[in-house]
């Protein structure tokens, strides 16, 4: 199984950025897909998630009504749309797979770097 995200970069204050997470080896809808960041110094945190079906989205308070999770079955992907991007949200993102019915986390992708400038 790879998750492999890509899109990330610099970009200034306000700015905007797509991330893509591309599956493979999986029954990509079968799983659920969460995107998640750290930043230098701190934990892992929970940015956002849809469910297999895209029935369901979910957000972090801090990116709510900035950020929407959306995915394409038909390419294995899901993506972050991320709008009016702060210092704040610098970290490298991850987007992980999460097996339908399942507690866990199942597999993670790479990463990829988004830094943000004032």
């Known amino acids: 199984v790879q998750l492999q995200a890509s899109g990330g970069g610099l970009v200034q204050a306000g700015g905007s950025l797509r991330l893509s997470c591309a599956a493979s080896?999986?029954?990509?809808?079968?799983?659920?897909m969460g995107w998640f960041r750290q930043a230098p110094g701190k934990e892992r945190e929970f940015v956002a998630f849809?469910?297999?079906?895209?029935?369901?989205?979910s957000y972090a308070d801090s990116v709510e009504a900035r950020f929407a999770i959306s995915r394409d079955n038909a390419k294995n992907t899901v993506y972050l749309q991320m709008n009016s991007l702060k210092p704040e949200d610098t970290a490298v993102y991850y987007c992980?797979?999460?097996?339908?019915?399942?507690?866990?986390?199942?597999?993670w992708g790479k990463g990829t770097q988004v830094t943000v400038s004032s």
């Open positions: 080896g999986l029954s990509f809808g079968t799983y659920g």
């Open positions: 849809i469910s297999w079906s895209a029935g369901i989205t």
């Open positions: 992980a797979a999460l097996k339908r019915g399942g507690r866990n986390y199942d597999y």
